[in-house]
């Protein structure tokens, strides 16, 4: 069960073009937003859909396959861990941001 403390799955739609990072040390790193769509029907029998954006990082063999194959509004499932990090602003404010650091990815259609 230590395996599933932390385990994301989500499968969704790239909002734009992965950004990709090459650092010095030579490792990628990919980000890049996915949104997930839950339909159903509200009070009044209306179909709905939520949408919730997600902000995801890959790094090393994983960023590298999304630099290739995966782009804006391309389907992709993906497995990774939730992460909270806070960091300082360009105007020394605290900011908090979470993210999913993906481990695999899976990606539909052609």
């Known amino acids: 069960m230590n395996t599933l403390k932390n385990k994301v799955q989500l499968i969704g739609n790239l909002g734009s073009d992965p950004e990709i990072i090459n650092l010095e040390s030579g490792k990628t790193l ?7 769509n839950e339909k ?5 029998g209306e179909k709905q859909t939520d949408t919730q ?3 995801i990082v890959a790094w090393g063999k994983t960023a590298e396959i999304i630099e290739k194959y ?4 391309k389907e992709i499932a993906l497995e990774g861990k939730l992460t909270h990090r806070r ?3 360009k105007d020394g404010n605290e900011r ?3 993210e999913i650091v ?9």
């Open 30 to 36: 990919a980000k890049f937003t996915l949104a997930t």
């Open 40 to 44: 159903f029907k509200n009070s009044e």
């Open 53 to 55: 954006w997600h902000n």
């Open 70 to 73: 995966v782009h804006k509004g």
């Open 87 to 89: 960091y300082e602003d």
């Open 96 to 98: 908090h941001k979470t």
């Open 102 to 110: 993906c481990s695999e990815i899976l990606m539909f259609g052609k």
